[in-house]
Every structure is written in C-alpha cells, then in structure tokens.
C-alpha cells in the first residue's frame, strides 16, 4: 500500500543547498563567552534557515583543543541579589521578545507564534525561580543522645559549577530551564548548546547578560560533541544537566563518571484513548500534543493506543482536528507548522512511515513532505511493533494503534518506561489504577503527555532517564546537603 499524501496547503519555497550569494553574508558572531569576556571559536559555522536555506548567521564554534582546564571560584551571592537578577532577566526578556522569538524561528524552523511561546515560558521560569530564592531553605532537627539534645540543621549548599547540555528543539527554553534554577541555587552555570541551535544561544546568553546576569556565573560554549567531552574534564564541574537523546546520553555520562546528573532523555509518548472517553477532547489534544512545534517535543504525543471499538470515529475527529493546521513559512503568524531541523530529519521520518504502511498501516492525512517540511500526518492501524512507534520520531505524526478496550488495563505490565502518558477516560478509578502502574515519571489524567509547569517534577524511568526537572527540583539538584550540628549547651546555660 502506498502513502497517500493529502495536498499541502501552503506551497513553500524549496530549500537550498548552493553556496550562499555574496549579498547575504554575515559577519562572523563570536561563539564562545568565558571568564566574562565574548570571544571567537576557532570554527565558522553557517546557520542556514531550514525552511528556505538562507544564511541568517554565522558562529565560530569552538574547538575542543580551546576548551580550558579549571576554572577561577567565584564570589558567593546574597538571597536577594539573586532574586533580583532573575527578575531583571525576566523583564530583558519580555523587552527583546520579538528579537528573541524571530532568532529561534529562523534558526530551527518553529512558528514564530510557538517561538514568542518559548519566550514567555522562559520568562515564567525566571520570575518564578525569583519568587522561590526566599524559600530555598534547609531543615532543622534536635538530635537527643547520651550526651545532651543537639541542633541539627541541614542546608542546601551549591556545587562549585554545574553544566548544562541541551537540544536543538526548544532551544531557548532548554537553556533557561538549566539557568534559572543555577541563579536560583548560587551556582555558576557552563552552557553547551546543541551546533544546530547555537545562534538561539549566544542571543539568549546576550540577554542575560545585558539584563545584569554575573559575567563570572555563566559560560557558554557552542560546537560539536567534542566540545562537550572536553568540557567534562574540568573536575570543577560538579553537577551535569542534560536534555537529548539516550545515544548522546552513554558519552556524556561515561565521561561525567560518579559525578551526579540530571539526565532527560526522549520517549515515544504515549496517549491513552479508552471506550468511554471524551473523543472530541480527545482528538484535539492528541492533535495539539502530535503536530505542535512539527512534532518536535521529548514529551509529545509520538503514539495514541486507542480502544478499537472507538478507533473510526476518533481517527475521523483527529482527521478533522488535522485540517486546522496550516504548514508554512515559520516566520508567518498563520503557520502552525514551520519545519523539521532539515531534510534529512524529514527522509528519516517519511521512510519510517513508508515501512508503517508496508506493515499495514494507513496514512489517512498528510504524508506529503517537501524539502524539510513535513505535513501532520495520521496513521491508522499501526503495528504496535513499527519502528516509528518503537523509536522516538521527532515529527508531526499521529500514529493510531488500536487495541481492545480491556486490554489497556494491562498497559503496566508491558509498558517499558517513559516520561509522561496522557489518559483519556471517565472512569476516574480506571485512570487512578493507570496513574499509579504506569512505569512513568508523570500521568496525565484527560490531558496530553505534552503538559508541563515550572513547578511539576519532570523526568523520565528506565530508557528515558532519571533525576526531576522543576524550578525547585533543578535548583536542589545542583546543590549538596551540608549538616551542622551544634554542640549540647553546657549545663546552666541559657
């Protein structure tokens, strides 16, 4: 059976490949911000719109040979000097939110609408980190013993440094979600983007610093992978954060050694449809949770098990839900759907659907693609074995996988691991004993696994890694617990 491709409703411009015309050259960014001083890596790097291809920046990356070893200690901060940092680069922000939004948009093909999205998030997450400095405190115990009643008091102490590695997809969110909660902790913060999104980071670390961020608690380092292992060899890094893939994720942690981590890795998220949900909701969240951001989100809906007594019907809702989401040119507030990170992105995804419908899958919407875009496509009848079911595809797809209504129950005992799953049920016991079994790090009753708030724990079990991520949860990971303990009060004393 072959894919049938619905027509584009939009016809974009190809993307191009050819050298990039003399009018359009840009002068070279420096890529590399260390010891409170920008300076330039020794590698240009072209940033290409995936959408159309033309040159909007260029970034000289380093190389790992410039990464250095060990680092100056820097001053500690008072509560309130932090918290006013974060709210003056909350407000810097909200000030250069078009600037910032049209940088993310060009350089990874994301709406602009979804990239003002990713500012006004990161916004939220600064205030909020401010708010929480007053209240990022210890605990205190009376230890009784033999010899007296001590006072026990147990505080969060920062690392020396931590690092944070991050992805392409939301590539200002990523980096704000690792800074927001250093500043929050005290600890100074070493940042290493994802090459495919460095232009969005060296604006992000402007910002920052222009809205009063200390030169001395931040460093950023753009450039491939092995900028990042060489980075990992400064022993005075104590914490790592990283957000990518399960691969990237084997080298960072076996150069990080014992050292503690944060690691989020992806997930073929799932959403759970039972008989007896609500299909019009759920239709349009499994639409909003599939095709937002062209489908590129670790917590995204990557595949929706359906009870097959409702799967016709909820495929024709999904159908239509389809239909509301235009492709097109990014930089466009109509465009929904902008593109995937290039090309390539795209001929993996269209060949993995290709192989879905060899196993007797139907593409009832999209599966058109052009250069790197990729329309919102729907599958019905997928193979709960196919590839693009058992391997995270960062795309705007919406595999339908029915399954007999009772058998969802079962879903615990065969669920691997993952981030988040949504469930779409009325039955409020049926979706605790779901909630409780699902070997997840969160469950999402009548809602998509694409939910997230700043102050909900979020991370991953098994495949998808471990350690939480939340404004509180990040701080603390980046900080030790030191006990004092107060000696017994001589007798008499008052």
């Not at 190809?14 to 920008?38: I, N, Y």
């Not at 079911?389 to 969802?408: G, H, K, M, N």
């Amino acid at each position: 059976m072959s894919v049938v491709a619905h027509p584009p409703n939009e016809q974009p411009r190809a993307c191009r490949r050819s050298p990039v015309p003399a009018e359009e050259s840009q002068p070279v960014r420096p890529g590399v911000f260390e010891d409170g001083t920008w300076r330039h890596g020794e590698l240009a790097h072209e940033v290409h719109s995936p959408y159309d291809g033309r040159l909007m920046a260029v970034v000289s990356h380093a190389s790992a040979s410039e990464v250095p070893r060990g680092r100056r200690p820097v001053r500690g901060l008072a509560a309130a000097d932090r918290a006013r940092i974060l709210r003056a680069c909350a407000a810097g922000f909200e000030a250069r939110r078009p600037d910032v939004a049209a940088c993310v948009s060009a350089e990874i093909g994301m709406p602009v609408t979804d990239a003002e999205k990713e500012v006004d998030r990161s916004v939220r997450w600064l205030n909020l980190a401010a708010e929480a400095v007053h209240h990022f405190n210890g605990t205190s115990t009376v230890l009784s013993g033999p010899d007296g009643d001590r006072l026990s008091v147990t505080t969060p102490q920062p690392f020396r440094r931590v690092m944070a590695i991050t992805p392409y997809n939301r590539p200002l969110a990523q980096l704000i979600v690792k800074v927001a909660p250093a500043m929050l902790a005290g600890t100074p913060i070493i940042l290493k983007p994802s090459e495919r999104a460095s232009a969005s980071a060296v604006l992000a670390v402007e910002v920052l610093l222009e809205s009063g961020y200390p030169p001395e608690y931040i460093s950023l380092w753009t450039g491939g992978p092995e900028v990042a292992q060489a980075l990992l060899t400064d022993t005075g890094v104590d914490f790592v954060a990283f957000t990518g893939s399960a691969r990237s994720a084997w080298a960072v942690a076996a150069a990080a050694g014992p050292r503690p981590g944060c690691y989020e890795l992806g997930d073929v998220g799932a959403l759970i449809v039972c008989e007896d949900a609500d299909l019009a909701a759920a239709a349009r969240t499994a639409a909003q949770g599939a095709f937002s951001n062209a489908g590129q989100s670790c917590r995204g809906v990557k595949r929706i098990l359906v009870a097959d007594s409702v799967a016709d019907e909820f495929g024709r809702l999904l159908v239509d839900e389809t239909a509301a989401w235009r492709v097109g040119d990014p930089a466009a507030r109509t465009t929904r759907i902008g593109t995937l990170i290039d090309a390539a992105a795209v001929e993996r995804v269209h060949s993995a659907v290709e192989a879905a419908v060899l196993g007797g899958a139907c593409v009832v919407a999209g599966g058109e693609q052009r250069g790197a875009q990729y329309w919102p496509t729907v599958l019905a009848g997928v193979d709960p074995g196919a590839q693009l079911v058992t391997e995270e595809f960062l795309a705007p797809l919406a595999p339908l996988i029915p399954l007999p209504d009772r058998s969802l129950d079962e879903l615990p005992d065969t669920y691997s691991g993952g981030l988040q799953v949504g469930v779409f049920t009325r039955d409020l016991q049926r979706a605790m004993n779901l909630a409780q079994r699902l070997p997840v790090g969160t469950v999402v009753v009548n809602d998509g696994p694409q939910y997230d708030h700043p102050l909900a724990p979020f991370g991953g079990v098994g495949h998808s890694g471990h350690g939480r991520e939340s404004v509180l949860a990040s701080a603390r990971n980046m900080c030790f617990s030191k006990t004092i303990v107060f000696p017994a009060p001589t007798e008499g004393l008052r």
